[in-house]
């Protein structure tokens, strides 16, 4: 809701200011370049800044008797104006330490005095002054919504800094830039409002006046003027103008503007006669000029001409960003009410979109009945079957702003029929919480009487549509309704040969056996990656969860009557070689880091589990409870959960069987009730659950694991799932 708000305020102020700001930000970067290629640069003169005023003067009255004055300019040159000692008129540059004429005195570059106005003042005098100055203050506004959003996206201050994910271009740079242009815009922004506000009324300084009292002007003791103390602490860089006396006569006095103060100098003495200081608005008036026109050195204005640059990509890139969000307005050709499929997207900046489009495309064109809308817009859906929920996480882990009401919706409108329902969460590795809003969502949904989870909540990381393309052929597995593979980009599935080793399908007792495969090439397969099969050599796909052991493909089936995929596997014999392709699982590979690890399953959620427990070299910790229908099940993986528990890659093995005499009938829940202190400890202490089987098991115990995070660690399951700390696949 905060960044929103931000989001909303930068956003309004960025538009509402975009024309005034594109025409101050291109003068602006015009006008920065005037210090780099004012040609006068080349009459600067070594060390100037250590030159006083007793080493110049002198020289220059040597040389130029009748003087008018002397001007330093802001880039440290020195132009006088007067007659030499033949009485030639001379307004020129001149060098301070030897007097020499270095070149005659040019007016402003034309161009650049039409760009200063145009960039003061667009040549509509005090109105345009006002518009301008008004054009900075929300400027400033601006860079400083913008430094909110920053700070909320980086999760703190200290964290500006750290990497930044690529979203895409536009996104990615606004937010990199800002980083580093932040604060010179806002130095930029504050000296324009503030110098409009200073001059708005009057074009000039306040004039000062030097009360000299000439009766009080001595003639003793005369001094020269390179003796002068006055004039040996006065640095020429501190001067801004210097007025000569008019003639030799006593009454006649130098006036010296420096930049904070002016003062009246006795020509003869030295002594100062008069000084006003000025206020206070005035010096920081001055000091927000030179700051603003980069008058104070080339590098300055070099990353003024930069933050300008900055500023019209900011107004580009941040048109970008607000027109990609827009695009993703929706066109439904049904209405929520009469729709069977309903697709709930939530989505911050609208790439999430295109994903659920895809779908919403490919069920509209077999016909099927569908609505798309954001997740804030969850309502009574009277003829819904199907709900797809596809959302990211942002912020701290939280909903995108579309998907805000979601969850108070949800608990206002029950359905009134029972209805099936996938959430596809989208995120990034790159956060701590990563999809947490999707495995909250999950959570939310599963707690629902009508709702009936179809497939496990699926992650996407940084968009990928490979993993997409696995939930999109879960689901349609599921849901027996075929999606085209065209429907997102999948890579052509090329194939492999697997060649059967072994399998206990003739052994079986329970519909259930061991298959192994071996493949022909190298295999590039990890425990808990799928392998795809293609029973009728056609589009359809069946995904498998693999465990791998002895460096072979091992895959636990339970026959279904009528299963396509099942079946096929089960009529396959030792020495047969078949065409499939390994999908990477990364979400479900044994966790690299953790101190220890629980796997939780039931039936031939097993396998992949017995891969990992006899892979685990490392000996990590780990504890394997799993659910069975009979203890005869547990035959055929005898073998591998004894050699494993001898070489300690598994720890202990808790089992719980549903169809054993009425007495010894447990669920894997009442383990894991059972074992709570466990259970919380570990995740605790880093450890990571790993829960593959039925998606009713995982509903039940994902439920009980929930309790024990609150009542025992004091988090929601969610706070794990988005850790990585729990670990789901399920079917
Ligand atoms: C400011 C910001 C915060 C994010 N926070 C998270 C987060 O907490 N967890 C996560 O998994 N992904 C996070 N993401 C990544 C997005 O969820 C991900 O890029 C998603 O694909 C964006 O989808 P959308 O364009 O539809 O909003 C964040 C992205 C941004 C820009």
Known sequence: MIISLWRYSHLVLAVSSFLFLTLAAVTGLILAFEPVVN???????????????????PVLKTNYPDLIDLTVEPNNVVSINGSDADGKNIHAYVNPLTGKLLGDYREKNAFFQWTTTLHRSLFLHETGRLIMGFTAFILLLITLSGLMLLIQRQRGIKRIFTRIVREDFAQYYHVVLSRWAIIPIIIIAFTGAHLSLNRFGSKEAPKVNLDVNIDDIKTQPAQKLADFTLFKNIKLSAVKSIEFPFSEDVEEYYVIKLKDRELAVNQITGDVLSQVVYPTSQQLADLSLSIHTGNINIVWAIILALASANILFFIYSGFCITWKRRATSIKNKYSAKESNFIILVGSENGSTFRFAQAIYNELDSQGKTVFMGNMNHYALFPKAEQLLVITSTYGLGEAPSNAQKFKSLLEQYPQNQSVQFSVVGFGSHAYPDFCKFAFEVNHWLLHQQWAKPLVDVHTINDKSEQEFSIWAEAWSQQAGIPLSPKMVKVEPASLEAFEVMNTTSE????????????????????????????????????????????????????????????????????????????????HFHFPKKATSVVMICNGTG????????????????????????????????????????????????????????????????????????????????KGVIMLCGSLSMQKGVIEIIDKICQSQLGNDVSFYQSRSQILMDCY
């Open 39 to 57: 040609p006068t640069n080349t009459y600067r003169v070594n060390d100037f800044s250590q030159i006083t005023l007793a080493q110049t003067l």
């Open 507 to 586: 052994k079986s007792v329970d519909d259930t056996f061991l298959i192994r495969f071996e493949a022909k090439r190298k295999l590039r397969a990890k425990s808990g990656d799928l392998l795809a099969i293609y029973p009728a050599n056609d589009h359809r796909e069946r995904l498998y969860s693999v465990g791998i052991c002895e460096k072979q493909i091992q895959l636990s089936v339970r026959l279904h009557p009528e299963g396509l995929g099942s079946g096929f596997l089960h009529r396959l014999k030792a020495g047969e070689t078949i065409q499939a392709r390994v999908i990477q699982n990364k």
């Open 606 to 685: 097993i396998a992949p589990f017995l891969g990992m427990i006899s892979q685990n070299k490392r000996k990590v910790p780990c504890y394997l409870y799993g659910g069975f229908r009979q203890q005869i099940s547990l035959e055929k993986y005898a073998p591998i959960l004894e050699s494993s528990l001898e070489n300690k890659g598994l720890i202990q093995f808790h089992t719980a069987f549903s169809r054993e005499t009425a007495l010894n009938k447990q669920y894997i829940g009442e383990l894991i009730a059972r074992d709570r202190d466990f259970i919380a400890q570990t995740l605790a202490s």
